[in-house]
């Protein structure tokens, strides 16, 4: 599955952004749907997970709270709402699909796709 993803940009800490990740298949709902980011200097990491059921959802404890991960299997797109925004969450955020068991869905070697990711800089 090709992933799209957008919505990044310059935003003031205590901010919002939504980002959405449009996929090009229509077996989009078959797909667990993960965000992941990567700011300057440092390594991937997890972000949100939803399942292809939208039964589950599971999230970074740094995002928590503040963060929201939900799909439209209509429109093949999932969406992360993003609140109050802090500086430390600038990076670039990635979408990504795949299928795999729940104990491996913070996992980034677990998803198949990746979209080419959008830059969110949050200014203090």
């Known amino acids: 599955v090709q992933l799209q993803a957008s919505g990044g940009g310059l935003v003031q800490a205590g901010g919002s952004l939504r980002l959405s990740c449009a996929a090009s298949?229509?077996?989009?709902?078959?797909?667990?749907m993960g965000w992941f980011r990567q700011a300057p200097g440092k390594e991937r990491e997890f972000v949100a997970v939803?399942?292809?059921?939208?039964?589950?959802?599971y999230y970074a404890d740094s995002v928590k709270g503040r963060f929201t991960i939900s799909r439209d299997n209509a429109k093949n797109t999932v969406y992360l709402q993003m609140n109050s925004l802090k500086p430390e969450d600038t990076a670039v955020y990635y979408c990504?699909?795949?299928?795999?068991?729940?104990?491996?869905?913070?996992?980034?070697?677990?998803?198949?796709?990746w979209g080419q990711g959008t830059l969110v800089t949050v200014s203090s």
């Open positions: 298949e229509r077996t989009f709902s078959r797909y667990t």
């Open positions: 939803l399942t292809w059921s939208g039964g589950f959802t």
């Open positions: 990504a699909a795949g299928r795999m068991i729940l104990s491996a869905i913070r996992r980034g070697d677990q998803y198949g796709s």
